[in-house]
T-cell receptor
Framework: AQRVTQPEKLLSVFKGAPVELKCNYS??????LFWYVQYSRQRLQLLLR??SRESIKGFTADLNKGETSFHLKKPFAQEEDSAMYYC????????????FGTGTRLLVSP | EAQVTQNPRYLITVTGKKLTVTCSQN?????MSWYRQDPGLGLRQIYY???????DKGDVPEGYKVSRKEKRNFPLILESPSPNQTSLYFC????????????FGDGTRLSIL
């Protein structure tokens, strides 16, 4: 079964602290993984995808096939990072379908 | 501006009264999809469409219908809404090909009383 697990519903940190949002997946084959962010009352936006190996807004995520993980990291959290973060896996059943985790709310306090 | 537009943004209605949520994209994307977002459950796919006149069920299609008569539009139809369809709905579109991100609309909050 294809599944994405985000074990933390809420992650609360202080400004300047490191952040790691966990994402584990189950998938047979080579996965395509994404992180989406949803700021308060806004649409979901693509934050980054594993194939690009990019850093967006200071966030990075490395695909670890051995641990089947795609954790999202940022060394120094900012208040504007407060949002809902969703890890997503592109399914191999259902063309272009994304399987989402249940999301982690990141709260960065001053 | 490239975007996915949903209407209405908010709707409160009653059980059994048919409603349609429209979705339109201006990016000439082949693929369009509807998701519902519920607390603790994340986003779940309702229906998707690979191109004009090609649609298929997602994970939670019960109680919903869709159509894709034109490439840019993908309306979501609730023939007889029920309270368990109270949710936040998102339409998304993308071009075909691997690793192409999906572009989401602003969401439609439906309350079925």
């Amino acid at each position: 079964a294809q599944r994405v697990t985000q074990p933390e519903k809420l992650l609360s940190v202080f400004k300047g602290a490191p952040v790691e949002l966990k994402c584990n997946y189950s998938y047979s084959g080579s996965p395509e993984l994404f992180w989406y962010v949803q700021y308060s009352r806004q649409r979901l936006q693509l934050l980054l995808r594993h194939i690009s190996r990019e850093s967006i807004k200071g966030f990075t995520a490395d695909l670890n096939k051995g641990e089947t993980s795609f954790h999202l990291k940022k060394p120094f959290a900012q208040e504007e990072d407060s949002a809902m973060y969703y890890c997503a896996l592109r399914s191999n059943t259902g063309f272009q379908k994304l399987v989402f985790g249940t999301g982690t709310r990141l709260l960065v306090s001053p | 501006e490239a975007q996915v537009t949903q209407n209405p943004r908010y709707l409160i209605t009653v059980t059994g009264k048919k409603l349609t949520v429209t979705c339109s994209q201006n990016m000439n994307h082949e693929y369009m999809s509807w998701y519902r977002q519920d607390p603790g459950l994340g986003l779940r796919q309702i229906y998707y469409s690979m191109n004009v006149e090609v649609t298929d069920k997602g994970d939670v299609p019960e109680g919903y219908k869709v159509s894709r008569k034109e490439k840019r539009n993908f309306p979501l139809i609730l023939e007889s809404p029920s309270p368990n369809q109270t949710s936040l709905y998102f339409c998304a579109s993308s071009t075909s090909g691997s690793n192409q991100p999906q572009h989401f609309g602003d969401g439609t909050r439906l309350s079925i009383l």
